[in-house]
């Protein structure tokens, strides 16, 4: 797998933050496009879709599993009914894979910790890791899903 290391610029981000099983993230998902719609904002450079992963579903238990979903803005989040609220992504250094697939077991995210990260003389940054979902919604086949990884380094 390919990793390449970049400077990842702040990146202002509205997001719905999701507690709880990863089975129900689809209706924090649902919140976050009618948000997207509403506000005009179509997957763009500027809108970007992204999810910060603070813990592994597979090591957490359900109700302690959490993750923001967000997508890239350039202006604040004014308040709104669907819950979605103003977040940074800060500017860091990170390594970067690619993951081609379904978005169910990203291996590219296994593969930067387990594998890449040890023998990389890296240590992590303190900033959790996040995926750009690189192409969304429900036209996309996931055998043709992107999603760039990205590790936080220090």
Request: hydrophobic share 40%.
């Amino acid at each position: 797998m390919q990793v390449n290391i970049i400077d990842f610029p702040e990146t202002k981000i509205a997001v719905i933050e999701h507690v709880g099983a990863p089975e129900a993230e689809g209706q924090a998902i649902a919140k976050l496009v009618a948000w997207r719609k509403e506000n005009g904002l179509a997957p763009s450079p500027e809108h970007r879709s992204y999810g910060v992963h603070y813990n592994d579903p597979r090591a957490v238990t359900a109700s302690a599993y959490r993750v923001d979903l967000a997508v890239s803005v350039l202006d604040d989040v004014l308040p709104n009914t669907y819950g979605v609220i103003n977040k940074c992504i800060p500017a860091c250094r990170c390594a970067v894979a690619r993951h081609i697939g379904s978005r169910d077991n990203v291996e590219a995210a296994a593969y930067l910790y387990q594998h890449w990260l040890p023998r990389s003389g890296e240590q992590l940054g303190n900033f959790p890791i996040f995926f750009h979902y690189l192409n969304v919604g429900p036209h996309i086949a996931e055998k043709d899903m992107l999603t760039d990884v990205y590790l936080p380094l220090g």
